[in-house]
């Protein structure tokens, strides 16, 4: 059975690619769900669950740096709350990996809660100081962009990720 993961206005934080990155967090798990039920070929699934990881610490990072060059006091906290998240991810993966496709519907309902519960616990606590800036987040979120556009982003390239991916799509 699919994880019910849809979203809903209260999961807004009113930043406008912050809340896009979550509604196609819980989208692609959503995907996930209904294709492990379905019993959809190992290479779609492996690219969704690789999609998942990758554009959660996309998301995660864009979050990470707009808080921290806002200012944002609980910044250190909400960071070690992702962290802990991308260690799942990890682990995740590697089990995809090992069980060569094989994912029981029952593993995708600690991201689906993970993924509401930190929205509607850090992420509003979030919400009153990114609404009093702006105009100061679209300028940072833009400046950001920019930066990834041209490759200048944080996100450096691994060799290891990228072999583990494709070993995982190969897969039959």
């Given at each position: 059975m699919?994880?019910?993961?849809?979203?809903?206005?209260?999961?807004?934080?009113?930043?406008?690619?912050?809340?896009?990155?979550m509604r196609i967090?819980?989208?692609?798990?959503?995907?996930?769900?209904?294709?492990v039920v379905e019993e959809t070929a190992?290479?779609?699934?492996?690219?969704?669950?690789?999609?998942?990881c990758n554009h959660a610490r996309t998301h995660f990072r864009r979050e990470e740096n707009l808080l921290e060059h806002l200012?944002?006091?609980?910044?250190?906290s909400h960071r070690a709350r992702h962290q802990e998240f991308v260690r799942w991810i990890e682990t995740f993966r590697h089990l995809y990996g090992v069980t060569h496709g094989k994912m029981p519907?029952?593993?995708l309902a600690f991201p689906?809660?993970?993924?509401?519960?930190?929205?509607l616990g850090e992420g509003k606590k979030c919400q009153p100081?990114?609404?009093g800036r702006k105009?100061?987040?679209?300028?940072?979120?833009?400046?950001?962009?920019?930066?990834?556009?041209?490759?200048?982003?944080?996100?450096?390239?691994?060799?290891?990720?990228?072999?583990?991916?494709?070993?995982?799509?190969?897969?039959?």
């Amino acid at each position: 059975m699919p994880i019910p993961t849809e979203w809903t206005e209260a999961l807004c934080v009113g930043v406008d690619a912050l809340d896009d990155d979550m509604r196609i967090l819980l989208g692609v798990l959503n995907q996930l769900g209904q294709a492990v039920v379905e019993e959809t070929a190992a290479d779609v699934v492996a690219s969704l669950v690789i999609f998942f990881c990758n554009h959660a610490r996309t998301h995660f990072r864009r979050e990470e740096n707009l808080l921290e060059h806002l200012g944002y006091s609980g910044q250190e906290s909400h960071r070690a709350r992702h962290q802990e998240f991308v260690r799942w991810i990890e682990t995740f993966r590697h089990l995809y990996g090992v069980t060569h496709g094989k994912m029981p519907s029952q593993m995708l309902a600690f991201p689906a809660g993970w993924l509401i519960e930190h929205t509607l616990g850090e992420g509003k606590k979030c919400q009153p100081f990114l609404a009093g800036r702006k105009a100061k987040v679209e300028n940072v979120l833009e400046a950001m962009d920019a930066f990834a556009l041209y490759g200048f982003d944080d996100q450096t390239n691994d060799p290891l990720r990228e072999a583990e991916e494709a070993a995982l799509i190969s897969k039959d």
